[in-house]
């Protein structure tokens, strides 16, 4: 198959986010006197955008809507000012997207990350490179796994599915990308693990970004 495009996730794909996530909401979570959790519990958390990570953050008795709507707004504002304090980019990402930029593949990232923080991290960390499209989460939007932000993206490059490789650490992202006819890539230095991958459809699994080049010739 002669590959054209590359979709990227963004948390536990790209980028080590789990820290400034984790720390955020356990601020919010300590100003009201809820028990907070080690950063790695964040890791089984995020991945269905920020509500739900905040969600599964709170206490089970504490999760009426109110209360949720309130925390929710809290950790928006502490970790806009809070992102990338230590964020970085996986090992041996930037050898993965220099090489891909090499083939001219064409580069884009979908992510349930709230859009601005999203555009602020790409500027960031990986201005580098051209990512074509960057979505992010946006109000009044379906989030992965529903496949409607997949794509529109696929839309916007005119590029079909099936020539379109995507890279996810996540069931959700399986989902999204089986739903969306592309190749689904599960990742394991992410926030998930080879089972869920499996289950929710990879058709590759890597250990290391440029595993890929061993499987798929770009």
Known sequence: MNYKAVVFDLDGTLVDSAADLGNAVNRVLVSHGFPVHEISRYQDFIGNGAEMMVKRALPEQ???????????????????????????????????????????????????????????????????????????????????????GAKLLLENIGIPGSQTVYFGDS?????????????PVGVLWGFRGKEELQNDGAEYIIENPMDILDMIQF
Not at 102 to 121: F, H, V
Not at 171 to 183: E, H, I, L, P, Y
């Open 171 to 183: 069931g959700v992202d399986m989902k999204t990308a089986v739903s969306a006819g592309m190749v």
């Open 62 to 148: 504490s999760r009426s809507e109110e209360i949720l709507k309130e925390c929710l707004g809290e950790f928006m504002t502490d970790y806009h000012s809070n992102f990338d304090v230590d964020t970085v980019l996986y090992d041996g990402v930037p050898e993965l997207l220099d090489h891909l930029s090499d083939k001219s593949m064409i580069l884009t990232l979908l992510t349930n990350k709230p859009e601005d923080i999203t555009l602020k991290l790409n500027k960031s960390l990986l201005s580098k490179w051209d990512f074509k499209v960057v979505m992010g989460s946006r109000e009044g939007f379906p989030k992965k796994p529903d496949p409607t």
